[in-house]
């Protein structure tokens, strides 16, 4: 079993940034590929970005240019630095852990791009 639990999110004006962590219980990146996806309200949940066991990074759609994903293996703890926030960016933001038919989801962090 493994528990994530995100933080970091928050209000933040259009152009703002905003670091993302989701610490995980225990060590997994050697097994786990990480992933943070996003649920916008009437929207499906989308993937924004994964990082492998081997840190192979990888970007969906808005996020390329403008998100980084990394992780910290000391502190068992995925990031996500999003720069030039948009208000379409708004969105409840959550970490998951992936290896092969298991997945372990956070609870989630409400990310609000707004002036």
């Known amino acids: 079993q493994v528990q994530l639990v995100e933080s970091g999110g928050g209000l933040v004006q259009p152009g703002g940034s905003l670091r993302l962590s989701c610490a995980a219980s225990?060590?997994?990146?050697?097994?786990?590929?990480m992933g943070w996806y996003r649920q916008a309200p009437g929207k499906q949940r989308e993937l924004v970005a994964t990082?492998?066991?081997?840190?192979?990074?990888d970007y969906q759609g808005s996020a390329k240019g403008r998100f980084t994903i990394s992780r910290d293996s000391a502190k068992n703890t995925v990031f996500l630095q999003m720069n030039s926030l948009k208000p379409e960016d708004t969105a409840v933001y959550y970490c998951?852990?992936?290896?092969?038919?298991?997945?372990?989801w956070g609870q989630g962090t409400q990310v609000t791009v707004s002036s």
């Open positions: 998951a852990a992936h290896a092969g038919s298991r997945t372990y």
């Open positions: 225990r060590s997994i990146f050697s097994i786990y590929t």
């Open positions: 990082i492998t066991t081997a840190a192979i990074t």
